[in-house]
C-alpha cells in the first residue's frame, strides 16, 4: 500500500505493511468489477478531474465504486493519493490492498511500485522504468509526455490534459466502455465543450496507445452491471449542505477549516440559487466569521433570537467553541454544529482521517455539560441528520453537534437518492403573544411537560410580559438571578430530565441481528462500511455469526443498553486512539455490562479498511 | 425612529396624571430590576441615561434587544428596561452574539453593554470585527479602565501613570477604542462620561436614530477600585480633564424643530429616522465628518492629557451590516417553512444532476 508505506511510517500498521495479499488469484484467471485503483500524483497536478472521470465511468458501467482523496496539508507538490474501488459486492470501505497502481509521481514511484501486492498491475511513466523493482506485477509504461504533447499543442495546458492519458490507458487495460467514458467526461466538463474535446481526445490517446502496445497481463477488469441505476454521486458536505437548505436554516457564521469547508461553500451555492426571491432579497445571511469564538457566537445569538443558525468546523475550531458550547447548553439556545472531524492538532496531519472529537464534544465546555451528538454513517444520513439536527435544536433548546468525518465529508460515495422532507419544520416550545396573553405569563425555565423543556419567547414578541433574561446558570424558573442551592440544583436536575428526552428523540441505532451470534459489533460514522464487509469475511473465512449495532446518536437511546446486555462480547470499532466511544459507553451502562465491552481502533489517518477489523478480531477472539 | 412599528397600547391604562411618551409609555415601563453595582457606581447613571434616552425617544421595549459580555457593566442591563429580551453573554464576545441575533431578527434595535475589559482586552478580536461590519448596534463601552468584577485589575483602556489603589503604576499604552472604531468602519463614534447627564443623554437619543455602528466610550468611574488620586478614569480626574470636541444637541424627528442654528459654528446632521443631530462646534476647524481629522484631534487630546468628548465621527451614507446583506424585510427568524424550504421540485432536479 503506497500511501500507508509513505506517509505512515510511524503508525500502528507498521509491520503487516508487506504482508502478502492471500487473496491473489493466479494472473490469468480474471477478476471481474472487484479490485482497488490507486492513482499516485503530486497536489496540485489537476489529476481530480481525471480521478472524477474514472470514477463516474465505472459508475455508469452500473458497478458499485467509491473513491477516495488522500491528500496533504499542502496546495501544491506534494504527493497525494486518490484510490478507486470497483465492488460488484457493493462494498465501499477502503480496500487495504491496491490491485492497480498508476504511477504518476516520481518521487513516490519506487515506493508505490515496491508496496503492490504480488500479481498487481502498475501504469506509469516509461521513463520511470518501474519495472526493475518488480518481477511480479504486471507493467504497462506510458510514454505521457509524448501522447501528450501530441493530442494538446498548447504547452501550459499539457499538465492538467496529461492525467487524461492515464485514463484512457485504464479505460483500455480494464475493457471499459468507452461510451460511458465519454459521457462521464462530457458531463464533468458540462458547458466547457472545447476543454471537453481537448480532454477526451487525450483519453482517445491513452485508450489507442494501450490497444496498440499492451498485451494484457494481469487479471483485473470491468464489466457492466445494473447496480448503479437510479444512484447518486455526491460528498457528505454537499450533502449537508442540502439538508440545511431544506431544513430552512437561515443564518451561517463560519471559519474555513479543511475538511469542513466545502459544507459551508455548498450552502452559499444553494442559498444563492434557491433561497433569494424574485426582488433579489436573501431569506438567508452567510458571513465569514474572523474566527471560530465568533462563529459559534453568532449561532447563538441567532438561536435565540429565532433563527435556525449553524456553522461548520473541524477539531481546532470545537476546541476554540468550547466556553460558548457550555453557555448554549445552560442558557439552552438552539444551533447546529457541523464537526467535520480530522485528526488533531492543528498542525501536522491535519487532513486526514480520524473519529477523535467524540469526547471532547460529548462534554465540551466546563460544569456539567453534555452535549447532544448525531451521528451519520452515509452522505444520506449526512443530509437527512442535517434536517434532524435543526429540528431537534429547537426541540430541545440546546446545541447539538453533527459528527461527519473527513472521510464522509470530502469523498464522494454512492447513495439512493435524497427523499424530500414529509414533515413540516418543528420549531419547538415558542411562545407568540397572544399565548403570553391567553396564560397572563410564562416562566422560561419552568418544566411545564415534565420533558426537561422549558418554553421560550422571541425577541420582537409583542407583550410586556414577553422578555426574559438569558444568562448561563444562576437563574431560578423564571429567569431571575439567583444563586440559592435548590433554584441551581432543580436547574440541574431539569437538564438532566432534558437529556433524557434527548435519548427518546435522538435518530435510533441501526441492529443487525442474526440472533445466533454470542459476539456483538457496535460501530458508527465511516467505521460502518469496513464492519460490514468485516462482517461479511468473518462469516465467509471462519465462519464466524456477529450481530451489528450501529450507533447514530448520543445520548444512546435504550436499545444500545439491550445490545450490549444480550452480548457475551461487544467489539466497538472505531478510528481513535483512545476508544473513545467505547468510553462514553462506559459511562452510561451498569457495572455487569461495561465487562462485555472489547475495542478495535484504527487511527493511522486512512479510513478503516475491513481486512484490518477482521484480523484485530480474529486476533481478541483467539481464532 | 425608523425601526419602531406602529405603538400597542399598552395594557394598562396609564393613570391620568402619569407622564407618558408618545407611544403612551411612563418612564417606570423602562426600568429594570433593582441595581446590585456599588452605590456611586459611574453604570449606574448610565443605566439611568438609558432609560431616559428609550423613554423620551418613544421607542417600544418589546422592539429592543439588549447584549452584554461579562463584568459589573455586563450585569447592567438587568437594571434597565425589563420588557427588552436581554443576553448576558461570555467575555468579551458579546459582538458575535450581538450580530447572530440581529441576523435572527434585523428588525430589532440592538443596545450591547460592555466593559473596558471586555472590549479592550479579551474581546478587542471580536470588537474590532464588529466596528468594521457597521453591525446596526448601539455599542457601549463602560469604561473604567479598570477590571471592576474581579477586584480592580488594569484593563487596556488604563493610561499610562495611572496608578492602582495598591500603587502598582500602569506603563503600556492604552487602548483607545474610539479611535479604533472610526478607523474601522463604525459610522457614529464618540466618548461621554457617567456624569455628563446632558452630554451622555443627547448623545444616546442621536445613537437611536442612527442606523449603524454606534460606538459610545462612556468613562464611567469605578468608586470601590479605581477613583483615588492618581487614577486618570476618577470622577475628579475627568472634572478636570473633559474637553468636549463638541456641543451635542439633538431634535428627535417627532418634535417640531423650532430652534435655528448658526451653520458657522454648527454642523447639522440629519439621522436615517429624520431626527437632527446638531454639533455646535467647540474645537476651531473640526469635522466630524472626517475621519483622518478625527483621529487628529483625538491623538492630540491624548498628548495633552485631554480626555475628549463629544461626537468625533458621524457618517449616515454608508449603508449597515444588514443592509448589505440584502434580507427580506421580516425577520429571517420567524419566516413561515414555505420561504425557507425550496420545493420538492428543486430536490428532485438536484437529484437529477447527481446521477
Ligand atoms: C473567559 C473569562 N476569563 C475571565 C473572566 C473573569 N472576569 C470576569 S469580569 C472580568 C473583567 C471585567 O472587566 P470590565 O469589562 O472592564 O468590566 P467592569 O467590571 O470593569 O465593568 C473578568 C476578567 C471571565 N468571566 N471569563
Ligand atoms: S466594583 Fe467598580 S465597576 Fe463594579 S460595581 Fe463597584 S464601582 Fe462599579
Ligand atoms: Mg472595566
Redesign the interface.
Known amino acids: 500500500m503506497a500511501t500507508e508505506d509513505v506517509a505512515l511510517a510511524a503508525s500502528a500498521e507498521q509491520g503487516i505493511l508487506s504482508k502478502p495479499d492471500t487473496h491473489q488469484q493466479s494472473p490469468r484467471s480474471t477478476i471481474v468489477n472487484d479490485f482497488s485503483i490507486q492513482i499516485a500524483t503530486v497536489n496540485g497536478s489537476g489529476s481530480q478531474s481525471a480521478n472524477s472521470v474514472l470514477l463516474r465511468s465505472i459508475f455508469r458501467m452500473g458497478i458499485p465504486v467509491s473513491g477516495k482523496n488522500l491528500f496533504p496539508s499542502n496546495i501544491a507538490g506534494l504527493p497525494t493519493w486518490y484510490t478507486i474501488r470497483a465492488s460488484k459486492d457493493g462494498y465501499v470501505a477502503r480496500k487495504k490492498e491496491i490491485d492497480i497502481l498508476i504511477a504518476m509521481n516520481a518521487e513516490t514511484s519506487k515506493e508505490d511500485m515496491l508496496s503492490l501486492p504480488v500479481g498487481a498491475a502498475a501504469i506509469y511513466e516509461e521513463s520511470a522504468d518501474l519495472k526493475q523493482f518488480r518481477n511480479d506485477v504486471a507493467c504497462y509504461p506510458v510514454p505521457f509526455d509524448k501522447l501528450t504533447a501530441d493530442v494538446c499543442p498548447e504547452a501550459k495546458l499539457r499538465k492538467l490534459v496529461k492525467n487524461m492519458i492515464y485514463v484512457g490507458v485504464a479505460a483500455q487495460l480494464l475493457q471499459m466502455d468507452m461510451q460511458a467514458v465519454e459521457a462521464a467526461l462530457r458531463k464533468q466538463f458540462a458547458k466547457k465543450v472545447k476543454a471537453a474535446d481537448l480532454n477526451w481526445a487525450a483519453v482517445q490517446a491513452g485508450y489507442e496507445y494501450a490497444a496498440a502496445n499492451f498485451t494484457k497481463n494481469d487479471p483485473f477488469q470491468l464489466q457492466p452491471m445494473n447496480a448503479t441505476e ?5 460528498d457528505g458536505n454537499a450533502a449537508a449542505a ?1 439538508g440545511c ?7 451561517v ?1 463560519w471559519y474555513p477549516i479543511t475538511p469542513s469547508s466545502s459544507l459551508v461553500e455548498n450552502f452559499i451555492d444553494l442559498a444563492k440559487r ?2 433569494i ?1 424574485p426582488d ?6 452567510i ?1 465569514q ?3 471560530e ?17 449553524m456553522t461548520a468546523t473541524s477539531g481546532p475550531g470545537i476546541s476554540l467553541m468550547a ?2 458550547a457550555g ?1 448554549g447548553y445552560y ?1 439552552e439556545l438552539p444551533g447546529v454544529i457541523f464537526d467535520v472531524q480530522r485528526t488533531g492538532p492543528s498542525t501536522g496531519m491535519p487532513t486526514r482521517n480520524q473519529q477523535g472529537a467524540l469526547l471532547s464534544v460529548a462534554y465540551l465546555s466546563h460544569g456539567d455539560t453534555k452535549h447532544v451528538m448525531l451521528i451519520p454513517g452515509s452522505v444520506r444520513e449526512c443530509y437527512e441528520m442535517a434536517m434532524d439536527a435543526f429540528d431537534l435544536a429547537e426541540q430541545l433548546q440546546t446545541p447539538i453537534f453533527v459528527m461527519s468525518d473527513l472521510d464522509l465529508g470530502m469523498n464522494n460515495w454512492m447513495s439512493e ?5 414529509e414533515k ?2 418543528n420549531r419547538g416550545k415558542v411562545l407568540s403573544a397572544e399565548d403570553l396573553t391567553r396564560l397572563g405569563g410564562f416562566a422560561r425555565y419552568k418544566d411545564v411537560d415534565g420533558d426537561g423543556i422549558g418554553y421560550r ?8 410580559l ?7 446558570s444562576g437563574h431560578n424558573e423564571k429567569a ?2 439567583t444563586e440559592r442551592p435548590d433554584d441551581y440544583v432543580n436547574n440541574m436536575e431539569r437538564l438532566s430530565r432534558k437529556f433524557d428526552t434527548a435519548r427518546t428523540l435522538v435518530p435510533q441505532a441501526e441492529i443487525v441481528q442474526t440472533g445466533k451470534s454470542k459476539i456483538g459489533l457496535i460501530a458508527f460514522g465511516t467505521s460502518d462500511f469496513a464492519t460490514r464487509e468485516s462482517r461479511d469475511q468473518l462469516l465467509k473465512e471462519f465462519n464466524l455469526d456477529t450481530d451489528y449495532l450501529r450507533i447514530r446518536a448520543f445520548p444512546f437511546s435504550r436499545e444500545i443498553h439491550e445490545f450490549v446486555a444480550s452480548h457475551d462480547r461487544v467489539y466497538v470499532i472505531e478510528q481513535n486512539r483512545d476508544a473513545q466511544m467505547l468510553s462514553l459507553l462506559k459511562l452510561d451502562l451498569e457495572a455487569k455490562d461495561i465487562v462485555r465491552l472489547r475495542s478495535i481502533r484504527h487511527f493511522n489517518g486512512l479510513p478503516i479498511d475491513a481486512r484490518s477489523i477482521t484480523d484485530d478480531l480474529v486476533t481478541q477472539e483467539g481464532i | 425612529m425608523a425601526t419602531n412599528p406602529v405603538p400597542s397600547a399598552p395594557l394598562e391604562a396609564p393613570r391620568a396624571a402619569a407622564k407618558t411618551n408618545r407611544i403612551g409609555l411612563q418612564v417606570l415601563d423602562y426600568r429594570g430590576g433593582k441595581t446590585t453595582l456599588c452605590a456611586g457606581c459611574g453604570h449606574n447613571a448610565i443605566s439611568e441615561r438609558i432609560i431616559d434616552a428609550f423613554y423620551e425617544m418613544g421607542v417600544q421595549p418589546e422592539r429592543v434587544m439588549k447584549l452584554s459580555g461579562i463584568g459589573c457593566s455586563s450585569k447592567s442591563p438587568a437594571y434597565f428596561m425589563s420588557r427588552s429580551h436581554s443576553f448576558n453573554s461570555v467575555h468579551g464576545r458579546m459582538p458575535s452574539v450581538a450580530t447572530g441575533a440581529l441576523l435572527g431578527n434585523h428588525t430589532m434595535k440592538a443596545l450591547a453593554v460592555s466593559g473596558d475589559g471586555d472590549s479592550a482586552s479579551i474581546g478587542i478580536g471580536q470588537f474590532v470585527h464588529l466596528m468594521r461590519r457597521n453591525v446596526p448596534m448601539i455599542y457601549i463601552i463602560e469604561d473604567n479602565g479598570v477590571y471592576g468584577l474581579t477586584k480592580g485589575q488594569f484593563s487596556a483602556t488604563a493610561d499610562i501613570g495611572s496608578k492602582l489603589k495598591t500603587g502598582v503604576i500602569n506603563d503600556l499604552p492604552p487602548i483607545d477604542t474610539c479611535t479604533l472604531a472610526i478607523q474601522l468602519g463604525a459610522t457614529f463614534v464618540g466618548r461621554s462620561f457617567s456624569g455628563d447627564k446632558k452630554q451622555l443623554l443627547a448623545m444616546l437619543k442621536a445613537a437611536i436614530a442612527h442606523n449603524g455602528t454606534v460606538l459610545l466610550d462612556v468613562i464611567s468611574p469605578c468608586v470601590t477600585f479605581n477613583d483615588h488620586e492618581g487614577s486618570t478614569k476618577s470622577y475628579k480626574y475627568m472634572q478636570e480633564h473633559d474637553e468636549a470636541i463638541d456641543e451635542v444637541g439633538f431634535v428627535p424627528f417627532f418634535q417640531e424643530i423650532d430652534v435655528e442654528y448658526d451653520p458657522g459654528t454648527t454642523i447639522n446632521v440629519e439621522m436615517h429616522d429624520g431626527s437632527q443631530m446638531r454639533l455646535r462646534k467647540l474645537h476651531e476647524d473640526f469635522d466630524p465628518t472626517d475621519r483622518v481629522a478625527s483621529i487628529a484631534a483625538q491623538l492630540h487630546a491624548h498628548a495633552n492629557n485631554e480626555v475628549l468628548t463629544g461626537v468625533f465621527y458621524i457618517n449616515t451614507q454608508q449603508p449597515s451590516f444588514t443592509e448589505m446583506l440584502n434580507l427580506v424585510d421580516e425577520p429571517l427568524g420567524t419566516l413561515p417553512d414555505d420561504r425557507v424550504r425550496p420545493g420538492r421540485a428543486v430536490l428532485e432536479e438536484m437529484m437529477q444532476r447527481l446521477m
Open positions: 437510479g444512484k447518486i454521486i455526491i442540502l437548505i431544506f431544513a430552512g436554516c437561515t443564518v457564521m434557491y433561497r426571491g433579489g432579497k436573501a431569506t438567508f445571511a458571513v466569521a474572523e474566527d469564538l465568533a462563529a459559534i457566537g453568532a449561532v447563538l445569538g441567532a438561536g435565540w433570537s429565532g433563527a435556525r443558525s466556553e460558548f453557555l442558557a437518492p435524497f427523499t424530500y422532507p413540516p419544520l419567547t422571541l425577541p420582537g414578541t409583542d407583550h410586556p414577553a422578555a426574559y433574561f438569558t444568562r448561563g431571575l438571578y
